[in-house]
């Protein structure tokens, strides 16, 4: 199957059982370097605050690792979330990474808080951003990045100027709404919140406004992926993914684990049916059996390019998984 679409990767720097924060990053870079080796576009790394397990907290910090350890591969966010900070800081921060790293840096933005409320509060220091005010801080780090901004009083350095694309990430039909609006290529969280995928990609692509930066509507959807060579191996490290999930249907942070035979014992009727619903957009097997499964997933979605996602326990299982997408889609 020949998608002629390109594919990318997600990853949150997850902590496997046993190990720690430094493991994750190691082990995120050994995934960026495989990743541009078999022609994956892009890798982003999302934002979470006060997950004990999740090791993306700082992915500023963790792009420009990942961009110093490649070469041509683009890296950036998905997302930062920006209602957790000043517009002014993420041009800067964007801005050099950029100046670092020419023509490989993206800035995916999101106006969840990443975090439990109390969290949120103590990252804002009492700032309180709400829905409506997004888009005017959107308009903002816009406006850091434009050259038009060189005769105000506030400039970011080394930012203006700078082409870093700014993507919209979403999972409902008000980021469908605003991504159209502004004109921005829209990336949709379907890995974890399918419910509105089918709605917010036919609105933002009836319904986008051309921009001075992007012609004609560019929609991402992101996936879960986790292939092997044999079916019944595939379900097996998928194990591993459903205990992560299960922590977020519990409101809590597991660490990735080792697969295990069967989840019955591990979760009860309401949480696996609640994961099921919540992982709709999940894609298991091997070569054969995922190319009927995407090419499904392409006749109910027009995307222009597909993001995976990959939790699987054992660094050379995840590579290898990895592959085997590339070639399916590749």
């Known amino acids: 199957m020949n998608t002629t679409k ?14 720690d924060a430094k493991d994750a990053y190691i ?4 995934i960026a370097q495989h990743a541009e080796k078999l022609g994956y576009s892009r890798m982003w790394l999302a934002e979470h605050h006060n997950m004990a397990n999740v090791g993306s907290s700082s992915p500023q910090i963790l792009i420009g690792y990942l961009a110093n350890g490649t070469s041509t591969i683009r890296l950036g966010s998905g997302g930062i979330m920006l209602p957790n900070h000043s517009p002014l800081i ?8 950029a100046t670092l790293y020419p023509n490989r840096i993206d800035l995916g933005l999101g106006r969840a ?3 439990d409320q109390t969290t949120a509060t103590a990252l804002r220091r009492g700032r309180h951003e709400s829905v409506q005010e997004f ?13 038009d901004n060189m005769d105000s009083k506030v400039r970011a350095f080394p930012a203006e100027g700078l082409d870093v694309p700014i993507y919209l990430l979403g999972s409902s039909m008000s980021s469908a709404v605003l991504a159209s609006e502004k004109g921005l290529p829209y990336a949709f969280a379907s890995h ?6 089918i709605n917010a990609s036919r609105y933002y692509r009836e319904n986008f406004q051309p921009s001075a930066h992007l012609a004609k509507p560019y929609f991402i959807s992101c996936v879960n992926v986790i292939a092997a060579d044999t079916d019944e191996e595939a379900h097996y490290l ?41 992982m709709a957009c999940t ?17 109910q979605v027009e995307v222009d390019e597909l993001m995976v996602s990959t939790n699987i326990y054992d660094t050379e299982k995840r590579l290898k998984s990895l592959e085997i997408t590339a070639e399916v889609l590749g």
């Not at 082990?27 to 050994?30: E, F």
């Not at 974890?192 to 995928?197: H, N, T």
């Open 6 to 19: 390109p594919y990318s990767l997600l990853d949150l720097a997850i902590i496997r059982e046993d190990f």
């Open 27 to 30: 082990r995120s870079l050994q």
């Open 90 to 97: 993420i041009a800067e921060q964007f801005g050099t990474l």
């Open 113 to 115: 808080p990443g975090t």
């Open 135 to 147: 888009p005017s801080d959107l308009d903002d780090l816009r406006r850091y990045f434009s050259e």
């Open 192 to 197: 974890f919140a399918p419910a509105y995928l």
């Open 238 to 278: 998928a194990t591993s993914f459903y205990q992560t999930a299960l922590g977020i249907i519990r409101g809590r942070s597991y660490p990735m684990k080792k697969p295990v035979k069967s989840m019955d014992n591990i979760w009860n009727e309401a949480e696996a049916a609640a994961i099921q619903n919540m």
């Open 283 to 299: 894609f298991i097997g091997t070569k054969e059996s995922l190319k009927p499964q995407f090419e499904s997933f392409f006749k």
